[in-house]
């Protein structure tokens, strides 16, 4: 049995210290299952990259898929909300829920590690992945040490990861890996260096959700993915605990190759679903589209139409001040043109308050969290 890192006694702990990547003695192997799965998988990924090109404008979906990773890699945590209090809450007067406020978080720190990536060229790196903490932990406390790197022993279940003073070297090695090893495809890379993350453990929390957005990031970084529509925690959370299972078995039985096989059927899996959203989104949006024409007569008014419904696919939950800004009209003007797509049941009144009514663009949320 290949041996992935050993133990080290400190007092009374036993603390697990993982060995550096790559796999070795013996080194990792790709079968025939997972050479078949990894061809499967790098198919499915150009053919996602494929309609994200074909779609008019993509960056205005990337808010709600980036939003739909952040919703179930929190949810694998035990950390619950809908998508419609995500769009909802920055717009609402009420105190922020506690939950939705994490995921809203996680789109923060996904957001501010792609800026430094591919604005600033700045590796996937200790300051990245630190700062990503920083973003995801923003006002959970003192405990939490956003953007630092645990000061103290933890467990994890049956794990007791490595000490407090092991973790800046780990990562270091760990970077190393990411950037600079060519002995393994990028994409098992990306699957490899999540278990070896996982298992360092190096934050008091948050370890999970920074984990998977690594598995995005490094996608991209490895120009495999082209843009953030991926949300490989949809099978994660499907299947948590043979997720957790299989990342265990790589510290009890050395099996990497267990690992890799469900990784790489979360990413088809993924994939596939990404790729159907995509698409419907694309049908729903020429539907609409072909409504708005067949029913609004005024040329100027259905061209003002289609540019708010443009905008609605970025926010499907809005309200009239903000749609305001968006479209470059006054509020009496943007009033009335969401009345008339509240006529066309295209947008649902979803609060009545006088001062600030807000509306939701039902049939794009509800595709949005459809089960496929």
């Known amino acids: 049995m290949r041996s992935t890192g050993y133990y080290q006694n400190i007092g009374q702990t036993s603390y697990f210290i993982p060995l550096p990547l790559p796999p070795s003695s013996p080194d990792f192997i790709m079968s025939v299952t997972l050479t078949e799965l990894y061809g499967k998988a790098m198919l499915e990924l150009g053919q996602l ?16 898929y980036v939003i739909k990773e952040a919703l179930l890699s929190s949810a694998i945590e035990d950390i619950h909300t809908t998508l419609l209090e ?13 939950s939705t406020q994490l995921v809203i978080n996680y789109t923060h720190a996904l957001d501010a590690a792609l800026h430094l990536m591919l604005k600033d060229n700045l590796p996937i790196s200790t300051r990245l992945i ?21 000061n103290q022993s933890v467990k994890v279940g049956n794990l007791v990861p ?17 950037n ?14 999540h ?6 453990h190096p934050f008091i929390d948050g370890n999970g959700r920074i984990g998977r957005l690594l598995i995005v990031l490094m996608l991209i970084d490895y120009k495999i993915l082209d843009l953030p529509i991926l949300y490989p925690s949809y099978y994660f959370k499907k299947h948590r605990n043979d997720y957790y299972h299989a990342l265990d078995r790589v510290r009890t039985h050395g099996d990497f190759e267990g690992w890799i096989q469900f990784y790489l059927q979360a ?25 708005i024409l ?50 066309h049941t295209i947008l649902i009144e979803h609060s009545s308050v006088r001062r600030n009514k807000i509306y939701r663009f039902d049939q794009y949320l509800e595709l949005l969290e459809k089960e496929y």
């Open 267 to 291: 990413i088809i899996a993924s994939t596939q679903d990404a790729y159907t959203r995509a698409r419907d989104i694309k049908n729903l949006e020429q539907e609409l589209e072909q409504k």
């Open 195 to 200: 278990v070896q993350f996982e298992t360092i």
């Open 294 to 343: 067949n029913n609004i007569i005024n040329t100027r008014t259905q061209e003002l139409m289609l540019q708010t419904l443009s905008v609605l696919f970025e926010s499907p939950v809005t309200t009239i001040s903000q749609l305001a800004k968006k479209i470059d009209k006054s509020y009496n003007t943007t009033a009335k043109i969401i009345d008339l797509f509240c006529q």
């Open 162 to 178: 490595p000490p407090a003073q092991s973790i800046t070297q780990l990562m270091s090695e760990l970077e190393e890996f990411i």
């Open 49 to 64: 990259n494929e309609i994200a090109r074909n779609i008019p404008n993509i960056f205005r979906f990337i808010k709600a």
């Open 180 to 193: 600079n090893d060519p002995t393994i495809p990028s994409l098992i890379k990306a699957g490899l260096a």
């Open 86 to 98: 995500v769009f909802t809450q920055p717009l609402s007067d009420e105190l922020h829920d506690k």
């Open 130 to 150: 630190l700062q990503a903490h920083s973003n995801l932990m923003e006002g959970q406390g003192s405990y939490a040490q956003p953007g630092s790197y645990r």
